[in-house]
């Protein structure tokens, strides 16, 4: 499937933001490991969290996006659980592979099977997990429900979720969690405590360095799912390069680590207003930035786009684990901004320069990664003529409802 997007009209309009990806995959989770029924209040209905929802569903939970109920602990799958292009879903499910009585077989996407896993197998193995993969990474094996020992030590420098995992895991196992160095994403490790928090769990920490859970058992309740920040991201650019675009339904006290999206405009003259969880933003008189996004990798798609915007030289630094995203993030976006005509250079494989100018439209690549489809057809809008993004169906995965979206704002879209 192929968009098209038509440039060069006005942008005006209100916008309420897509359910959080984020807090949906983390709360399906919890619901499988509640004893009783849990309700879910607005959740991301989309390509990456059904397959956490059906994962969910294959370790024994019964129910549908808004309503489950669970045993309260998994058991084997009847058969593989296949996550699709979803990270979370696949790193998540196998911690939780590790307490079940028996084998869980993990599939996905030939995509998915390059992401990094090794730091997460053989912290599973080292607590008695048995774990095998297949050369090409899929499918995983991974055999359960004996452990040994209540501590151990992970490495989180190319995916906090990582960390996420062995949380997970810990609620019914309890474990004391030593990262041997420095973990990327870190404000996703505190929305995952944050949630773990909200069910009745308590986690001991040390910063970033340690972690302790202790377990317990834990009952289904509502939870209620906000605005999501890296979704609303690309809705922040299209505002900040011209539009006037009211975003509803974003929590301003959300420890989501894309919520600085909002800290970044205001640092280059966007003018925004927060009231009410809502965000008003209107474009302004843009500068150059630089901006480190080790702890906001999925911030790096639609910085690239407003960068290539701005005449001038912008530098994105700490993008050296966004290498390990769905693509190869800086360069499929290297590819893209290059067929707007936009130079991009790298120094080492941790910064990116994007030398901001006069963009011009194209056929870009989404190269099947949703984040790249959404950040290519926010460029369309704001170079005159028609923009076409190959593949583009893929935005489903996170932001179903972006090209209705994006008609509300005006803009004139078409698929092919």
Same mark, same amino acid.
């Given at each position: ?106 599939? *996905?996407? $030939?995509?998915?099977?390059?992401? @990094?896993?090794?730091?997460? %197998? /053989?912290? +599973?193995? !080292?607590?008695? #997990? ?118 509803? *339904?974003? $929590?301003?006290?959300?420890?989501? @680590?894309?919520?600085?999206? %909002? /800290?970044? +405009?205001? !640092?280059?003259? #966007? ?134 979206? +994006? ?10």
């Amino acid at each position: 499937m192929d968009v098209i997007v038509y440039g060069g009209r006005d942008v005006e309009g209100s916008i309420e933001a897509p359910p959080s990806k984020s807090y949906t995959h983390r709360y399906l989770f919890l619901t499988l490991l509640s004893r009783g029924e849990s309700k879910l209040e607005n959740p991301l209905i989309a390509g990456d969290t059904e397959a956490t929802l059906d994962a969910v569903l294959k370790y024994g939970a019964e129910g549908s996006f808004n309503r489950i109920y669970s045993r309260g602990h998994p058991v084997e799958p009847p058969e593989p659980i296949y996550c699709r292009r979803s990270g979370t879903t696949l790193r998540i499910a196998m911690g939780i592979a590790g307490l079940v009585e028996g084998i869980t077989i993990l599939d *996905g996407d $030939r995509q998915l099977g390059k992401r @990094p896993i090794k730091p997460l %197998i /053989d912290a +599973l193995k !080292s607590l008695g #997990v048995e774990v095998t993969r297949s050369d090409d990474g899929f499918p995983i094996k991974v055999m359960g429900g004996r452990l040994r020992g209540s501590s151990v030590k992970i490495s989180a420098s190319k995916s906090s979720q990582f960390i996420s995992a062995l949380l997970y895991m810990s609620i019914k196992t309890g474990l004391s969690i030593e990262v041997i160095d420095n973990p990327v994403s870190k404000g996703y490790i505190d929305m995952t405590i944050a949630c773990l928090e909200e069910a009745g769990i308590k986690v001991y920490r040390d910063g970033y360095k340690y972690f302790e859970v202790e377990p317990r058992e834990i009952y289904g309740k509502r939870y209620v799912i906000p605005g999501d920040y890296s979704s609303a991201a690309y809705l922040m650019v299209i505002g900040a390069l011209g539009g006037n675009v009211t975003i509803k *339904g974003l $929590r301003l006290d959300d420890p989501h @680590p894309d919520r600085r999206m %909002i /800290d970044i +405009l205001r !640092s280059i003259d #966007v003018d925004i207003k927060l009231s009410d969880n809502e965000v008003v933003i209107r474009g302004g008189d843009l500068e150059n930035f630089e901006v480190d996004i080790t702890d906001s990798p999925d911030l790096l798609p639609p910085l690239a786009v407003l960068a290539a915007f701005i005449p001038g030289r912008s530098i994105l630094t700490g993008i050296r684990h966004t290498r390990y995203k769905e693509t190869d993030r800086p360069s499929t976006l290297s590819y893209n901004l290059g067929v707007m005509g936009i130079k991009t250079e790298f120094r080492g494989d941790n910064t990116m320069v994007i030398y901001g100018g006069s963009p011009k439209p194209g056929i870009f690549n989404s190269f099947g990664d949703h984040r790249i489809a959404l950040a290519f057809m926010v460029a369309g809008i704001f170079m005159d003529g028609k923009s076409v993004v190959r593949n583009a169906g893929v935005y489903r995965d996170s932001y179903p409802t972006f090209l209705k979206d +994006l008609e509300t704002l005006g803009i004139e879209v078409s698929i092919s």
